[in-house]
Structure formats: C-alpha cells, structure tokens
C-alpha cells in the first residue's frame, strides 16, 4: 500500500502539472480571443485616423496651391499696376503739352526734352537700362545686326550705328538694340 501511494504521489505532481497547463491553455485561449480583436480594434482606428491624417493633408495641399495661385495673380497685377502707376506722371505731360496753344519751336522742344527725361527716369524707377552705344562691342545675345559695313577706322565687331536702343531689367531683354556692325 506504500508503494501504491507513493506511485500515486509521483503520479501527482505529473496530473498536478497537467492540470495547471490545461489551465493555462484554457486561460492563454481565453486571453488569444480577446487580443486579437483588441489589436483588430486597436489598428482599426489607427488606420481612421491615418485615413483622417492623409485626407487632411490633401485639403491643405489643394488650399495650398489655390491660394498660391491666387497670390502670383495678385502679385502679377500689383506689379502691372505699380508699374503703369510710374508712367502715368509722362502721360500727364503730354496732355499738357497738347493743351498749349501757342509757343514758339524752342518752347515745344524744351517740353518734349523734359517729358523724355521724364519719361527715362520712371524707367529707371523701374530697374530699366538702356544699352547698345556706338563703339560698344558687338554682342549677338542682346544687339540685332541688321546692317555690316567696312570701316578700317573702327575695330573689329563693333557698333557702328543706332537705330533704336535696347532695353533691359537685370539680365532680361527687354528688347534688342538694333545696330550696324562694322567690319
């Protein structure tokens, strides 16, 4: 009977051990449930609120590049206007010079010299220079050449004649100087 009940107790702890695994299964089953749809849950609003996120920063792309484009409008008409604004003081002149009656040549021509400074001061108000001089060196990128003529007594690809100067803002052509090369 000894021998029984020690082979029972060795027995025990054996059917002690199983008994605790299968409570464990059964606990560790109950618990593999339940993290499952907290993790299905859990990534459910984690993807909501990325959707959320990503359509966020599509609306504020688009408002983005609507108020960027409404912004380079307005700056283009603030540009246009502030510019026009500069010549109207030239075009104010002219009027008056129509309104004269009577003057003399000198008179007309002395107005028409002070509304051409005028007129050459607003433009550098505005960052415009004039360029293309005789004697200057001839340059393809900002001179049109639409005459060449044989001069020993200027150098080679040189400015002859002027026929109407060019204009620039920066290193922006405005318009070509339309010249004479020589030689």
Do not use: C
């Not at 220079?129 to 150098?155: Q, R, W």
Request: proline letters at 3%.
């Amino acid at each position: 009977m000894a021998q029984k009940k020690k082979a029972e107790d060795a027995k025990a702890p054996e059917t002690k051990a199983a008994a605790a695994t299968e409570a464990d299964e059964t606990q560790t089953a109950d618990t593999a449930e339940t993290e499952p749809a907290k993790t299905i849950d859990t990534l459910e609003q984690e993807l909501a609120a990325a959707k959320e996120a990503h359509i966020r920063t599509l609306a504020e792309y688009d408002n983005y590049r609507k108020r960027s484009t409404k912004e380079k409008e307005a700056a283009y008409g603030d540009a246009k206007a502030a510019s026009l604004a500069e010549l109207l003081p030239v075009l104010d002149n002219f009027e008056r010079a129509f309104t004269v009656e009577e003057t003399d040549v000198e008179s007309f021509k002395k107005g028409v010299e002070m509304i051409y400074n005028s007129f050459l001061e607003t433009l550098k108000k505005l960052g415009v220079e004039a360029f293309g001089e005789v004697g200057e060196a001839f340059d393809p990128n900002i001179h049109n050449g639409v005459m060449h003529i044989e001069d020993e007594a200027l150098g080679e690809n040189v400015i002859a004649a002027v026929f109407s100067k060019g204009y620039k803002i920066g290193t922006r052509i405005l318009r070509p100087a339309m010249v004479q090369v020589a030689n």
